[in-house]
């Protein structure tokens, strides 16, 4: 099945500061989507962006589908930001979505 | 506006008891999902279902049972609780339209601890 990789693991920034997480695949994709997992477990959905440029206030992602990778970008970061930051996809060849291990985020006051 | 709806939100079992995690959506969305997700992991699929009367096998399927009798729920049962379902369970639903996938909508999820 489809392999999907996340980095960085692990990501501790200082309020305030902009980050990029990226999420490489390895076969096509008809959806891609970026989560935020909060405290709580909850799973918000953030971007579907199975290819272009999207931006929802201080978030932003961008899909390069031929080149197989998807940017999720975190500017002013606040602490309200922590948590893990889930990439998914599903590939063209079925209807399974593979999740990658996450990013976890911590912003610091 | 319910979104994904799951029951029960926390359960504690025994070893080899039974249960049926309840899940509903009232987005008339044709796929659903049902995933794992164990402690510092992603989540994993178990079973999906394209409709009603229609279920099919995901990524982790074995010790797991579903069934889609109408479009708005798709429960989840568990015959033998084993600890290696100890787990958060989480329920999605997406709306298809030929080959495109559309986003998927979770709930918040179930806490089921087997001990």
């Known amino acids: 099945g489809i392999q999907v990789e996340q980095s960085p693991p692990d990501l501790i920034l200082q309020e305030g500061a902009n980050s990029t997480l990226r999420c490489n695949f390895s076969?096509?994709?008809?959806?891609l989507q970026w989560f935020h997992q909060n405290p709580w477990g909850q799973l918000i959905n953030l971007f579907y962006i199975p290819s272009g440029t999207k931006q929802n206030g201080r978030l932003s992602a961008t899909t390069v589908a031929t080149e197989r990778y998807s940017l999720l970008y975190i500017s002013s970061s606040q602490t309200t930001d922590s948590g893990v930051y889930f990439c998914a996809v599903v590939s063209y060849n079925n209807n399974d979505m593979r999740f990658g291990a996450g990013t976890r985020l911590t912003v610091k006051p | 506006n319910a979104g994904v709806t799951q029951t029960p939100k926390f359960r504690i079992l025994k070893i080899g008891q039974s249960m049926t995690l309840q899940c509903a959506q009232d987005m008339n969305h044709n796929y659903m999902y049902w995933y794992r997700q164990d402690p510092g992991m992603g989540l994993k699929l178990i079973y999906y279902?394209?409709?009603?009367?229609?279920?099919d096998k995901g990524e982790v399927p074995n010790g797991y049972n579903v069934s889609r009798s109408t479009t708005e729920d798709f429960p989840l049962r568990l015959e033998l609780a084993a600890p290696s379902q100890t787990s958060v369970y989480f329920c999605?639903?997406?709306?298809?339209?030929?080959?495109?996938?559309?986003?998927?909508?979770f709930g918040d999820g179930t806490r089921l601890s087997i001990l």
């Open positions: 999605a639903s997406s709306l298809t339209l030929g080959a495109a996938n559309q986003p998927q909508h």
């Open positions: 076969d096509s994709v008809n959806n």
């Open positions: 279902s394209v409709g009603a009367g229609i279920t």
